[in-house]
């Protein structure tokens, strides 16, 4: 399987004064954004940032499909929210991903954004699938199937598609040749590295393929927030991490849920990145180039910006899933 070479110029890591920044919400970088009759595919978006990405995007008139593993809880958690709805999929199961999909192009409508949102960090060693190593499986070859299986559906020319990153990137590349952790010991925060590099990549690619037919994609750093992503680390980690103290209140420098949703909410909708597409952003711009290994500082590292590498893992995750709806 080939693809074809980068059709334009990747987007540079240079920040655009958007007008917003790390405290804005996501409530904030909708104002004056009106969302009647779009429709929103947001993973995840019953829980944390998720959660309040849904939310907003509907109060902005948005109708959101909330793809859901559990979806008592996703209706629980939606409920009293009018303009969404709650459908079953389990990103670890590319059959689950399959009939997510399908139902979605069954009903014919059209996907002007997608939110690539939910995902697992730092849990215990897991398989699924053919032996897939669960971060990588969920939080990227989950996403990288369901986008490929939407993508008849995507609005052509207007739909944006976001992959939620991280600044966990930091620690580690894509491990070309160890990519499931068979033939060394499993490190959990590697893992989840490794798939945060990989959502980066992915937009990268993604928006390089899809060229001026759409959609743009882009990655997103929310942030430092204390959400249920954390829930495999244990409460003394978090403190020794410094993340939060003893009575649960988060360090200086982390945002609230609604401020961590914002990034991906302004790069699904905002017009400043019309022609930006690829870009890894943070604080609701373009994010520079990282210059420490602060994560809480931010920025990207080169290897998650490097387009040989977005091709490379394009690639590869279609012969993983068998699917590459842009080639």
Request: glycine share 10%; net charge negative; with cysteine.
């Amino acid at each position: 399987m080939t693809n074809p070479p980068l059709t334009h110029r990747t987007t540079a890591q240079r920040p655009l004064g958007s007008g917003h920044d790390a405290r804005s919400t996501a409530d904030d970088v909708l104002q004056g954004i009106d969302l009647t009759g779009r429709t929103a595919v947001i993973t995840g978006g019953y829980s944390g940032l998720g959660l309040e990405a849904t939310r907003a995007l509907a109060r902005a008139g948005a109708h959101v499909i909330v793809p859901a593993r559990r979806p008592e809880t996703a209706a629980a958690a939606l409920r009293g929210t009018p303009g969404t709805e709650v459908a079953a999929l389990d990103l670890a199961d590319l059959d689950s991903v399959r009939a997510f999909a399908d139902e979605v192009l069954a009903g014919g409508r059209a996907v002007d954004v997608l939110i690539a949102n939910a995902g697992i960090m730092a849990c215990p060693e897991t398989r699924v699938g053919p032996g897939w190593e669960a971060q990588f499986a969920v939080n990227h070859l989950g996403h990288h199937a369901l986008v490929n299986r939407l993508a008849p559906a995507l609005t052509p020319g207007r739909a944006r598609v976001v992959s939620v990153a991280s600044s966990g990137h930091f620690l580690s590349g894509i491990r070309w040749d160890d990519l499931h952790f068979r033939r060394g010991p499993y490190d959990r925060w590697l893992a989840y590295a490794q798939s945060k590099t990989a959502n980066a990549l992915f937009a990268l690619r993604l928006d390089a393929l899809a060229g001026d037919r759409g959609p743009r994609a882009f990655a997103v750093h929310p942030g430092s927030i204390l959400t249920p992503l954390q829930r495999h680390i244990p409460r003394e980690e978090q403190i020794a991490q410094g993340w939060t103290d003893a009575d649960g209140r988060p360090a200086e420098g982390f945002k609230s849920p609604a401020q961590g949703a914002a990034t991906a909410v302004w790069a699904a909708t905002s017009p400043l990145l019309a022609e930006h597409g690829g870009a890894y952003c943070q604080d609701c711009d373009i994010a520079g180039p990282a210059t420490t290994d602060d994560m809480l500082i931010g920025g990207v590292k080169p290897w998650a910006v490097d387009p040989a590498a977005a091709a490379r893992l394009w690639q590869l995750s279609a012969e993983l899933t068998g699917l590459d709806a842009f080639a």
